[in-house]
């Protein structure tokens, strides 16, 4: 009787061994600092979600009241409409929408938007609770240390 009839267990095919192999590498790539966390910061933003872009406040201001910080024109007509970001920047519709439908982010403080892009969304996420986790460390270390 061999091992894996004595433990109730049948041999890895050829196809698993590589894909186990692979993630042993990936694993102890990762734990070793061979990858770097940020490898996909150069990566373009996508573009905002479009369900948010159609519902972005709008808002009219009178002449000379708002200037659109895009195209740094002040305002012409009588009343013009701006769209509002959630960050309360004001930008003519004309210069914000080919924006946002390149990038997720204000063009002024770089808030970021909504996408589409569910991968995008997960690293956000996945980036926003390493920054917490850090916070949180540094919060404990500082209170047991000063």
């Known amino acids: 009787m061999d091992y ?43 573009p905002a979600s479009k369900e948010f872009v ?20 002040p305002n012409t007509d009588d009343e013009e409409i701006f769209k509002i970001l959630p960050c309360k920047h004001a930008f003519h519709s004309t210069c914000i929408l080919p924006w946002l439908e390149r990038t997720n982010s204000c063009p002024l403080c770089r808030q970021e938007m909504p996408t589409d892009d569910e991968d995008y969304e997960e690293r956000k996420k996945h980036r926003a609770r390493a920054q917490q986790r850090e916070e949180e460390l540094e919060t404990l270390h500082n209170s047991m240390f000063g």
């Open 4 to 46: 894996f009839d004595e433990m109730g267990w049948s041999p890895i095919d050829s196809e698993e061994v590589v894909n186990h192999q692979m993630l042993l590498l990936a694993r102890f790539l990762a734990q070793n600092g061979f990858v770097n966390e940020n490898f996909d910061q150069d990566r373009l933003a996508p």
């Open 54 to 73: 159609k519902n972005l406040e709008e808002r009219s201001f009178t002449k000379n009241d708002e200037k659109c910080t895009i195209c740094l024109k």
